[in-house]
């Protein structure tokens, strides 16, 4: 059975940090393209960024380009997210998702598996 849980998430000013986990059992992680979504109030559900099984490319969202950074460590089959620069439009539930291939998708009907999701608070 898979599972993705994360943690991390928060309340913190605009212009902090936070950094989210994902620990991820149940797979061969490292076959496994990973991704961050993020869902705000009323809105849909959107991609934040992406990384392939083994780490070397990555893919980010425009309104996360140059702010947050993506990675993970294969042999701790854990998913990471370095959120910095925050800003009070940050503010959402922030889900990891899995994805059964090599490439990095932006679609999230292309994702297998899914985390319960963080709440992620940016105070202005």
């Known amino acids: 059975q898979v599972q993705l849980v994360e943690s991390g998430g928060g309340l913190v000013q605009a212009g902090g940090s936070l950094r989210l986990s994902c620990a991820a059992s149940?797979?061969?992680?490292?076959?496994?393209?990973m991704g961050w979504f993020r869902r705000a109030p009323g809105k849909e559900r959107e991609f934040v960024a992406g990384i392939k099984g083994a780490g070397a490319s990555t893919y980010y969202g425009d309104s996360v380009k140059g702010r947050f950074t993506i990675s993970r460590d294969n042999a701790k089959n854990a998913l990471y997210l370095q959120m910095n620069s925050l800003k009070p439009e940050d503010t959402a539930v922030y889900y990891c998702?899995?994805?059964?291939?090599?490439?990095?998708?932006?679609?999230?009907?292309?994702?297998?598996?899914w985390g319960q999701g963080t709440q992620v608070t940016v105070s202005s």
């Open positions: 149940g797979l061969t992680f490292s076959s496994y393209a």
């Open positions: 998702a899995a994805r059964d291939g090599v490439m990095i998708r932006t679609i999230e009907r292309e994702y297998d598996y």
